[in-house]
């Protein structure tokens, strides 16, 4: 089976993962990975399987994302296809799926949440800024209510593996 995973990422984490699931792929499948910040994805027809990674910033899915599903949304739903999201709030996850994706496309093999990051290191600019201060605002909040365990949003590689396993028929 040929699949393509194409992905945008802003700061590293959605390039991280669609890597690890290239990864985990690779052994029984064909697999070709494309930044679609960097290059043009390849229409869906020269694959088995199609695999769609966005970050999410500012609450959108990456524009490049959402114009290839405008554009291939009837292969897509014709095919094995899966969205994964990599955001700093799994917890808004489905208003992300909601709110960023075309409503027209219904991927056979769902849409996904790997995790995110909320590292400042990995930003430039005002984004740097912008994610100290939430990162620093999650921090004092949680900590004040007596929740905070010193751990912030992370990738979750079993959700990588479970869909890895879903494309190999595991």
Known sequence: MQILIAYTSKT?????????LKDALASSHGVTLCDAGKETIPAPSGFDAVILGSSVRMERVSKPIRQYIARHTDALNAMPCAVFLCCGFPDRFDDYVHDGIPRTLIPSLGFHCFGGELDPKKAHGIDRLLLRSIRNSIREHDFEDGFYEGSLPNILPEAITRLADRLCGR
């Open 12 to 20: 590293g984490t959605t390039a991280t993962c669609a890597a690890m």
